[in-house]
């Protein structure tokens, strides 16, 4: 999309998902109560592949005007350190073990029992959930003629409308459904590619 070869046509149903949000979690009794308080913290993303866990939350850092370093051994208090823990499981040890002051995890990972207990919801805080984006998108080739990317378009929408279709989208990564992308989530996707093409994402990325 970046280099115009390609156009997104649909929002991807992940496991009956359309959307989902990313969030900002530290312990219950931290000090940290807004983006501005990351100052001199340690932040651990999932993985540098981690839309939710990591692309988000460090946009709006970048936005709320934090500067963001990789090495959380460092002694610069003057900005947010990060480093990824590869796994949201990780995270939430490295957060219930103080080595890091802030974890980024998506609303779905905050509701998986499995993952966050009953008592990691009583020692642990929100402190900021973003706006909802598309849980995944679908994209055309660019030099698809206008006519076969709108057949495409109504094609994918109208799949689960028959029990063929519903075979062929659970055959592909248990796709539940595809829907159109609304006004709003087409000014989200500009947002992110403009965001690339003036500001550096980490070397890890």
Do not use: C
């Amino acid at each position: 999309m970046r280099h115009g070869l390609a156009h997104p046509i649909a929002i991807k149903w992940k496991n009956g998902i359309s959307d989902y949000s990313s969030l900002l979690i530290v312990k219950a009794d931290s000090n940290i109560y807004q983006l501005q308080d990351l100052t001199g913290k340690i932040i651990a993303f999932e993985d540098p592949g981690s839309t939710s866990s990591f692309f988000i939350p460090y946009v709006t850092l970048h936005n709320a005007g934090l500067d963001i370093t990789a090495s959380a051994s460092s002694t610069d208090t003057d900005s947010l350190q990060y480093v990824f823990s590869e796994a949201d499981e990780n995270s939430i040890a490295l957060l219930t073990q103080g080595k890091v002051d802030v974890i980024a995890i998506s609303d779905i990972s905050w509701t998986d029992t499995t993952l966050i207990t009953s008592q990691h919801k009583r020692d642990f805080r929100v402190i900021w959930i973003s706006d909802p984006f598309p849980s995944a998108v679908e994209l055309v080739n660019a030099k698809l003629p206008t006519e076969q990317t709108a057949y495409l378009k109504n094609l994918l929408i109208r799949l689960h409308l028959s029990e063929e279709g519903r075979n062929v989208l659970e055959e592909y990564h248990d796709t539940s459904r595809f829907s159109r992308l609304t006004g709003g989530n087409e000014a989200q996707l500009q947002s992110f590619l403009n965001f690339l093409e003036t500001e550096q994402l980490p070397d890890e990325y």
